[in-house]
């Protein structure tokens, strides 16, 4: 067996010596007796895009051997609105590849993230993980693509005013201590985050800093590495779990709301794509950004509207897309253009990363400064923390599928470029501008997210149906001047998704 990594994170990864997707249930059963593993607990995203939980005790080697081969039965009911009582059974089966030694328990613990299977044992249709899985299997055997992503996720932190060193509204983008508060907190979630099997790119203060009387709130981001869109979403879904835990062990509230206050920074989930093709992101060769990238691209415009209804889900959602908040309302892209709804960040193209290398240190051997590849990808803006992350990047994959199929997409690409402030462009298309506006456009763009049996008929319908019972058609205007009425909404989703 190979010796394990010494920077691997992961602790079974670590003890197992082999990756993650290798994991077997012989290796699985090796580590509970080796490590005095005495529960399990399985996670699930149930219909609501939330993570449930299930524990076990672990009665010894026969109980262990059959709760990892044939899962357990759970009550569908609860967890899917369009399931019936009276046939609700499902089974939950865990992965093991996302086992993890859970971080919060005193009692040692391993848990697992766990599919969904129907009575005839068959993936659960309409289950987000499978319907993610279906996405990325339609892109994969139409194009020969698969979708890779990495999200940011930002949140704000609430705790009573410190006195010293006050944060300055709206001036948190990479402060640090004292002039930035929690970033113990921050560090604290990476870690485990690691521990747990997440990739993370980096963490720091985001823009977001708010007074209000004795309170504060300060902003964070934790930004994570590219991975198969099923990984990705597995390891949001994760990773805002670690933070509330970690959080909560500080007496502190955390929040992902799209938005805390009007006027002040929200918080968003920008997701950023790159398309994979034997291994290798072909989004950008020496030329810079290639025609699939800009398809990609023309997808997420085609799909724009449709997508809110995955990626922004309450009505606090569409009170962050306003303009002159570094968050999209018009529907367009553009090189490194914070306004738009679909950016392009620098890739490190063309050999400037060795070239800044060499500036930097100029002491560095010449012979050891390696070729510095591209890593250029496209961020989708609009999304935000009330997402339910697997149909969100679901839709995302459909969209890109969409958009290598797309006849004129390279049309489509080069109307939709802008060089300036998008908000003061006229004539282009918008965003929606509440739930039950981006609830019509799903159901209009249906036909796109139910091609090759991707979503089902039945999950469209009920998605549609959540985000009208919002009723918040006209809420902008039904709200201004109405301060109570607003802070009663904010409330109301401080804690979504």
Known sequence: MAAPPL???NRLVRALGKPARDFTKRDIVRYVAEHGIRMLNFRYV???????????????????????????RVDGSSLFSFIAADSSDLYVVPRYRTAFVNPFTEVPTLDFICSFYDSK?????SAPEHILRKAQGALRDRT????EALGELEYYLFSPADRIYPIVEQKGYHESHPFSKWGLVRRAAMLVIAEMGGTIKYGHGEVGNILDGDWEMVQHEIEFLPVPVEEAADQLV?????????AYQHDLEV????????GHAGSGLHVHTRLMKDGLNVMADDHGLTDTARKLVAGFLTCAESLTAFGNTVPTSFLRLVPHQEAPTRICWGDRNRSVLVRVPLGWLGGVGAKMLRDANPAEPVADIPAIGHNQTVELRSPDGSANVHLLLAGMTVAARHGLELPDA???????????DASKIPGLRELPASCCESADRLVADRAIYEAHGVFPHGTVEALAADLKRHDDEHMRERLAGDPAALEELVRRHLHCG
């Open 255 to 262: 929040s992902f709301s799209p938005k805390i206050t009007v």
């Open 238 to 246: 994760m990773a805002k779990w670690a933070l509330r835990e970690v």
């Open 46 to 72: 149930a219909g609501d895009g939330r993570l449930k939980k299930l524990n076990f005790v672990i009665n010894g080697a026969a109980h262990l051997d059959r709760v990892l081969t044939a899962g357990e």
């Open 410 to 420: 390279l049309e489509v690409a080069a109307r939709g470029y802008v060089r300036s």
């Open 144 to 147: 020969g693509h698969t979708l």
């Open 121 to 125: 044992g068959d993936p659960l249709e």
């Open 7 to 9: 920077l691997e994170p």
